[in-house]
């Protein structure tokens, strides 16, 4: 049997992307064979200490047999043996405060810059000091901050200040001595969503800070409106392929134990939701199609749409978060669309040297960006 191609007949973006699907399944289904065909590691037998530790043992019991009987040698090998078998326990660490799961006394607390914490409480408590709290980071809570100062305000409320800068964005543990109470200070969830977002599209810029996708900056910022329809598609896109690439790694990738597939799959997740909505623009806005040209199907193999799926799944960020990065990394990828189409239709009204004409002018225009979001450096969106 062969395959004849009619001199008529083409091969349409519809069958190219089927069939890459069906690549993919392939792919899939045959490294769940290869995995299921894969021998199981033999188990210990229940009782049987392992090789390694019964063979140390054996060692150090001969050994103290071949000393002389009367030795320090002998006596210090014959202990050894002896504890072998053993197991010593750490001596716990001494509660500084009674253990309690519950809040009590203390309601809420709220870090004020730099070095304060406003703590709310249920009922007015007598006679605070310094010595009545112990403050911890969920980074180190064996090592408390010093509780410099307890200042009243109010009959509920008091005002602690602490030895050490505080950063807003970090998780916290608030104890009190008498009542028993304890509460953990933790940003809220909105804020660090917020933050998330802020941050990928200010602070870590990908174009302006990372300098990925720079073929489609380049190529779309000629003109506002095209610059402005490619930053909605664009974002459009990163939050579909994020959401679609973090349910399959998440559900499908991850059980299975398929990560070094990741790259393969989310290009091609990239390249299904990037032809769905190339037909979509197509059908319905024919002439924004036309001024996209060829740098809608490079949003297929645009670093910046496959480094936030890899991002979100080398840090194992959930749902939420999947969605904040994707979302910042989209909307700052059409800030630096506009910002870049308005000051290169001002370029074209100047007198520009012809050696600086097209691209030398907008290479220069981008690192003049790119030195002005370096003062997003530092900060802190929860102060």
Not at 376 to 381: A, E, P, R, V
Request: with cysteine; aromatic share 8%; glycine share 8%.
């Amino acid at each position: 049997m062969r395959l004849e191609i009619q001199p008529g007949s083409r091969l349409t973006s519809v069958h190219a992307a089927v069939v890459l699907l069906g690549a993919l399944a392939a792919l899939l289904l045959a490294a769940i064979v290869a995995r299921g065909d894969a021998p199981s590691p033999a188990a210990a037998t229940p009782g049987s200490a392992p090789a390694g530790l019964a063979t140390a043992a054996g060692g150090a019991t001969d050994s103290a047999a071949l000393m002389p009987p009367g030795s320090a040698s002998a006596a210090i090998a014959r202990a050894d043996s002896g504890s072998a078998g053993a197991t010593v326990a750490p001596p716990a660490p001494p509660a500084a405060f009674p253990l309690t799961s519950t809040r009590g006394a203390l309601v809420s607390a709220r870090i004020l810059a730099p070095d304060h914490l406003r703590v709310k409480l249920s009922r007015p408590v007598a006679n605070l000091g310094p010595a009545d709290f112990r403050f911890t980071s969920d980074r180190a809570p064996d090592v408390p901050i010093e509780v410099r100062s307890v200042e009243p305000q109010g009959a509920d409320r008091v005002l602690l200040g602490v030895g050490e800068r505080l950063d807003a964005s970090q998780a916290y543990l608030l104890e009190l001595r008498d009542p028993p109470s304890r509460l953990p200070v933790r940003p809220a969830p909105w804020a660090l969503l917020l933050t998330a977002v802020m941050s990928a599209a200010l602070l870590n810029n990908f174009v302006f800070t990372r300098y990925l996708g720079l073929c489609i900056f380049f190529g779309v910022t000629r003109r506002r409106d095209t610059s402005i329809g490619m930053g909605i598609t664009f974002t459009l896109v990163m939050i579909g392929t994020a959401m679609l690439s973090w349910a399959l790694y998440t559900w499908a990738m991850l059980p299975l134990k398929l990560k070094f597939l990741q790259v393969l799959v989310f290009i091609g997740v990239v390249a299904v939701v990037v032809q769905f909505l190339d037909t979509m623009l197509r059908k319905t806005h024919a002439s924004l199609h036309r001024k996209f040209g060829i740098y809608l199907v490079l949003i297929t193999t645009n670093c910046i749409i496959l480094a936030v799926p890899l991002l979100n799944a080398a840090s194992g960020a959930g749902p939420a978060e999947a969605v904040a990065l994707a979302l910042g990394s989209g909307l700052g990828f059409a800030l630096a669309l506009f910002l870049m189409s308005c000051a290169r239709e001002k370029v074209e009204l100047a007198r520009v040297p012809q050696s600086f004409s097209g691209l030398p002018i907008a290479f220069a225009l981008a690192g003049l960006f790119a030195l002005a979001f370096m003062g997003f450096s530092g900060l802190n969106f929860l102060r």
